[in-house]
C-alpha cells in the first residue's frame, strides 16, 4: 500500500515526529534565496523573495526588516515576500549579510 495516505492512528509519537520536522530550520547559509521582479495588478513591480526555508515567526521578522530598510510597503504570502517596486539590490545586499545565498533571477 505505498499509495496509501494515514488518515488515524493510535500512535501518539507520529504526532511528535511531524512537528520536529516542521518546525527545524536549515542554515541560512544553505538555502538558495531567488529574488524575483513581478509585475501585480494595475502593472505596479514587486520584487519577490523566494526560496527561504525558515520559521514563519523569523520570515515575518525578515520581511518587517526589508520593508524598513527599502522604505516600501510589503506582505508574506504564500511562503514568499513581497516588497513593493524594484528592491532587489537593497534586499541582496541586505541578505547576504545575514548569510543567505542570494541570486538574482528574472526580470
Given amino acids: 500500500m505505498s499509495n496509501s495516505k494515514l488518515v488515524y492512528s493510535t500512535d501518539t509519537t507520529l504526532s511528535n515526529l511531524e512537528e520536529s520536522v516542521t518546525t527545524k ?3 541560512a ?3 538558495k534565496v531567488r529574488l524575483h521582479l513581478d509585475r501585480k495588478g494595475g502593472g505596479k513591480i514587486v520584487t519577490v523573495v523566494k526560496g527561504m526555508k525558515e520559521p514563519k ?3 515575518m521578522e525578515i520581511t518587517k526588516e526589508l520593508k524598513k530598510k527599502c522604505g516600501t510597503g510589503g506582505s508574506f ?3 514568499e515576500i513581497l516588497i ?7 534586499i541582496q545586499k541586505l541578505l547576504l549579510k545575514k548569510g543567505y545565498d542570494v541570486k538574482l533571477s528574472g526580470g
Fill in 25 to 27: 530550520s536549515v542554515r
Fill in 29 to 31: 547559509s544553505q538555502q
Fill in 57 to 59: 515567526e523569523k520570515i
Fill in 77 to 79: 504570502k504564500n511562503g
Fill in 84 to 90: 513593493q517596486g524594484n528592491q532587489r539590490p537593497i
